[in-house]
């Protein structure tokens, strides 16, 4: 019964991170006329885009705990809610270009965007465990086919003189209706194919923040979490800025990321199982640092394009392996995931804008230099995503070989 449950539930995960994918890169598809209607330098865009991850990184330690209490279900409803109301205030305040009540509906919105990502991988998780096999690079392949969507309706509002309103008054339809059928689905939290009445202990969070191997995790994450923030916040404004190009020229290149990035996550579990997690992270890791480099250096844009698909391959699968790794053990995964989940959301989300004002003496692209700095140093931890020697009864078994 578990089993043919998390097969429904499968696909309503996907369908929720497709959701929270759409809301994610709502702002970023547009961030050319975020820009211009707040009238912000690139220092001045750095700084109102931390309060997205000051609000993620208040939130995201609290949310394994309460998921745990009441719930996947009730709490990425509750992520949701909250962060589509930070997203239309934001849209509001920004299009009125003042940049002050923007700053507080960031934070709301990075709040709600850190509560629904914690939420919908420990969902991803017990689906994992329902089916016996690693499958969390499809559910972010899913977050990245709604990036991709919000690309494109991004640039197709650009081309026809949309305002800002319209696309996000869309990607808010959208995201309601995938997150309420989609959430409907979700399996019991910690429940098992082999334990369905198994329940997720409130395991101290706390003592998750001393694992050795879950703060190795969660600092491999941010390397590869780093990676795509990054490319999400200022891969349009970098082609822009040094080729001096039409918007949606540059919302091309965001699109040629994210194109990579999703094929790369829909093939990526075969690749697991076929060379196992450490091989693929150092696969997609060497592929990053190939793509960062090209597209910062590239003398034209059809270069830069092509730096920009290198990228999006390296830059994939990273973070679902993290999420997979992290909860390996059902008993302690919904405190485990929450720790990795905020030291790589706070990289996602805070990286960016501080290279945003790095940016603002040397340049978007040399500033993006920066960022193979820490996809290395993910490279030199790749050892901690081998699977545990002995996982728990029910957890999906060795993701590929180690």
Do not use: K
């Amino acid at each position: 019964m578990i089993a043919d449950d998390a097969h429904l539930a499968r696909r309503g995960v996907i369908a929720v991170f497709v959701g929270c994918g759409l809301a994610t890169a709502a702002l970023a598809s547009r961030m050319w006329v975020v820009r211009a209607s707040l009238d912000a330098t690139p220092g001045r865009m750095g700084v109102l885009l931390l309060f997205i991850s000051l609000g993620s990184m208040c939130v995201m330690p609290l949310v394994g705990p309460q998921v745990a209490r009441w719930g996947t279900r009730a709490i990425v409803r509750l992520g949701m809610t909250t962060c589509l109301v930070g997203l239309a205030a934001a849209c509001t305040f920004i299009m009125a270009g003042w940049q002050a009540p923007t700053a507080v509906a960031f934070l709301v919105l990075g709040a709600g965007l850190g509560t629904w990502d914690v939420t919908m991988n420990l969902a991803g998780t017990d689906v994992e465990r329902g089916l016996g096999r690693a499958i969390m690079p499809q559910f972010h392949a899913g977050f990245s086919i709604g990036t991709v969507a919000a690309a494109l309706l991004g640039a197709l509002c650009s081309r026809l003189g949309a305002s800002l309103a319209v696309s996000v008054a869309i990607t808010i339809a959208a995201s309601i209706v995938l997150v309420s059928w989609g959430s409907h689905t979700f399996l019991r939290h910690g429940a098992s194919a082999d334990a369905p009445q198994r329940r997720t202990p409130r395991a101290s969070a706390l003592a998750a923040w001393r694992e050795g191997r879950t703060l190795a995790i969660g600092f491999l994450v941010l390397g590869v979490s780093l990676a795509e923030g990054s490319a999400n916040d200022w891969l349009i404004l970098g082609i822009g800025q040094d080729f001096q190009v039409r918007e949606s020229v540059g919302i091309l290149g965001l699109a040629c990321f994210l194109t990579a990035m999703t094929t790369m996550r829909i093939l990526g579990s075969r690749l697991i199982d076929a060379r196992g997690r450490i091989a693929t992270h150092l696969i997609c890791s060497s592929s990053a640092l190939v793509g960062v480099a090209v597209y910062c250096l590239a003398p034209s844009v059809p270069v830069a394009l092509v730096g920009a698909l290198f990228w999006g391959v390296g830059a994939a699968m990273g973070f679902p392996m993290g999420m997979s790794a992290a909860a390996d053990d059902p008993l302690r995964a919904a405190v485990r995931t929450s720790v990795v989940s905020t030291i790589g959301y706070t990289a996602f989300l805070a990286g960016p804008p501080l290279l945003g004002l790095l940016a603002q003496h040397i340049g978007y692209r040399h500033a993006l230099l920066f960022v193979m700095i820490p996809v290395a140093i993910g490279m030199a931890l790749a050892p901690a995503i081998r699977p545990l020697a002995r996982p728990a009864p029910g957890s999906p078994g060795p993701s590929g070989r180690s």
